[in-house]
């Protein structure tokens, strides 16, 4: 039978103070006097019909894919219609719904009034660059691609 180490690697560590900050950096938005008129509509999660996908920093993919696997789920569906992998058809919601990223909560597409003016927000977006920075990676990417790059063997 074979022992889990109780002590984290240094890259554990990592990844743990990333989606810490991450959190952290939700937590700040949430303070943010920017009135939004979004009542979980959906619109949003229909990629294919909005012709828009969020992209997000790779520290926003690991807290992601973090809570999709606490959800007990392993496989990241890819649905037929076009819909983000992490909406469920069958409830109308999101699955991972707290842990959704940046570009979900700031309203990346007019079915929820558009997006925040970045003005608004780019101190958070800067720390969540540099958070992912801190993990080697530099670029956001469109949310398939960068759960498949944090799903590549970072958690």
Same mark, same amino acid.
């Not at 984290?8 to 990592?14: G, L, N, V």
């Not at 991450?22 to 950096?25: D, F, K, L």
């Not at 925040?116 to 003005?119: E, G, K, S, V």
């Given at each position: 039978m074979r022992q889990r180490n109780p002590t984290?690697?240094?890259?554990?560590?990592?990844v743990s103070a990333a989606i810490a900050e *991450?959190?952290? *950096?939700y937590a700040d938005l949430e303070t943010r006097p920017v009135e939004r008129d979004c009542q979980r509509r959906t619109g949003c999660c229909h990629f294919k019909l909005t012709g828009e996908v969020p992209s997000l920093t790779h520290a926003e993919a690991l807290l992601m894919l973090k809570a999709w696997r606490a959800s007990g789920r392993k496989n990241i569906p890819e649905p037929a219609d076009g819909a983000c992998p992490m909406f469920d058809a069958k409830t109308a919601a999101c699955r991972i719904y707290e842990a959704r990223p940046f570009g979900c909560r700031t309203h990346f597409c007019a079915a929820a009034g558009g997006p925040?003016?970045?003005?608004e927000v780019l101190d958070l977006i800067r720390r969540l660059e540099v958070t992912s920075e801190r993990l080697g990676v530099r670029d956001p990417r469109p949310l398939g691609?960068?759960?498949d790059r944090a799903s590549d063997g970072h958690l």
């Open positions: 984290p690697t240094p890259r554990h560590a990592q *991450v959190r952290a *950096v925040y003016a970045r003005r691609a960068a759960l």
